[in-house]
């Protein structure tokens, strides 16, 4: 058996079209969405990052703006931004990049933000909702794991199992909670959990979201599950890889996803469809 991809780059691209086509016609009522995405210093990684999505948002015809600080930026003046910002209605999401420099509370940036406008789901109101099934917006890395799941047929997931290999509340506890409300049956490890085998191989679902190169091995794997793969690596050549061992577990699983081409464009995808659904709600 080898495993059937699900391509992130194809799913991305038709949620994209289908943001570009909403956020088209609230701009021609008069709401054009906006989203703030704002940079405190200079890691290399996060320019990469808030460049690549504010170009996403250019594409799909939001209204974007980036605000870049030098890393000595104070708390206090981080925060009455971000307060100025919860105030400007022609931003309906405000997206404070991580991370943030030492001297800067990064949780108290993150709560200053109105849960109305809190598209990258990490303010507590947000982990909240999800908590109680609630309307909320949904963290975007683990919420594009559910579409990708969505996309091949596993949207209704009684009598699944699913183990989360991570437990960080970035990904790990939100995307557990996430397949709770889809109806698996949910375990979360981590990389050091003793005997992760003894799990992962129960699984009909394994989401492994560690930062650590060949966390699931072929024999780690059930024959036939679907395999998603969060982590973002290098390996020995530098070449990006993920925490799964794609090469062995793809003989194994029905279906898995690629790193680079599947969770890392569905995250951008899913914060364009978070701040499309502030606008909507903004002017509803």
């Not at 996060?46 to 870049?68: F, I, M, P, T, W």
């Not at 975007?140 to 047929?153: N, Q, R, S, V, W």
């Not at 569905?266 to 509803?284: D, Q």
Request: charged share 20%; aromatic share 2%.
């Amino acid at each position: 058996m080898t495993a059937q991809l699900i391509d992130g780059n194809a799913l991305s691209r038709q949620l994209r079209a289908e943001v570009k086509a909403r956020a088209a016609a609230l701009t021609a009522r008069g709401t054009p969405p906006g989203l703030a995405v704002v940079l405190v210093g200079d890691n290399p990684a996060s320019q990469v990052y808030v460049r690549n999505k504010v170009k996403a948002c250019e594409e799909a015809g939001l209204h974007s703006v980036l605000e870049k600080y030098d890393a000595t930026l104070t708390e206090a003046a981080l925060l009455a931004r971000i307060d100025a910002l919860n105030a400007d209605r022609s931003i309906h999401g405000i997206l404070v990049q991580l991370p943030l420099p030492a001297h800067i509370d990064a949780q108290k940036v993150i709560e200053a933000i109105s849960p109305a406008k809190d598209v990258d789901g990490f303010h507590v109101a947000s982990a909240g909702a999800l908590m109680v099934g609630q309307p909320g917006f949904r963290p975007c890395t683990p919420y594009g794991c559910m579409k990708m799941l969505e996309a091949i047929g596993m949207k209704d997931l009684r009598g699944k199992h699913a183990v989360v290999i991570g437990r960080s509340n970035i990904v790990g506890k939100p995307m557990a909670l996430m397949l709770l409300a889809a109806n698996a049956t949910v375990t979360v490890c981590h990389s050091g959990t003793a005997d992760l085998a003894h799990f992962t191989r129960d699984a009909d679902i394994v989401v492994a979201a560690v930062g650590k190169r060949n966390v699931l091995t072929a024999g780690m794997v059930k024959p036939g599950a679907v395999v998603i793969d969060v982590g973002m690596n290098r390996d020995d050549a530098g070449k990006l890889c993920g925490d799964v061992d794609f090469a062995g577990v793809k003989e194994v699983a029905g279906w898995i996803t690629p790193v680079p081409g599947g969770v890392g464009p569905m995250t951008i995808a899913m914060l364009l469809v978070n701040t499309l659904e502030a606008a909507e709600r903004a002017s509803a």
